[in-house]
Structure formats: C-alpha cells, structure tokens
C-alpha cells in the first residue's frame, strides 16, 4: 500500500493489520510516496507494486475490510476446488 503517513516503516504495516483483522496469513508492505519514488527502479517495487498492485479509494479502514472480505472468498473456494 502506498500512504502518506508520519509513522515508522515498520508501524505502519502494524497498524494496517490491526485496522483489517485478517483471517488470513498476510504480509502488508506500506510505504510512503517519497519511498516509491525513491525505489522504484528496484524490480520488486516497479513490478510487484507497481504494475500488479491495485488502487484502493481512500476509506482505508472499510475498504481493506471488504478488500480482505473478498479475498477471504477466494481463499475458501480455492480450498473447495483442491478438496
């Protein structure tokens, strides 16, 4: 996620996770614009972050939730097609 935010590295993601609650084991990566701007060149911010990460509108809190909702339903019908 790509935020502007006056907390530490770190605590940012921290906070991310304790705002969502996932059911799920996840890792959030939150980073700053001056931060993306500053790594872009790096494969893994210009190709993961970049070109494959989703713009989410600005109510973090409801649309993480429903963001994680969401995935959470991908999860359990990907555990019913493997049986």
Known sequence: MIADSNLAFLRRSVHLARLTQPKVGIQFLVCTPAEIQA?????????EILEKGKLMPLQPQEDAKRWMDFAGEDLRMANLAMG
């Open 39 to 47: 790594l872009q060149a790096r494969p893994f911010i210009k190709i």
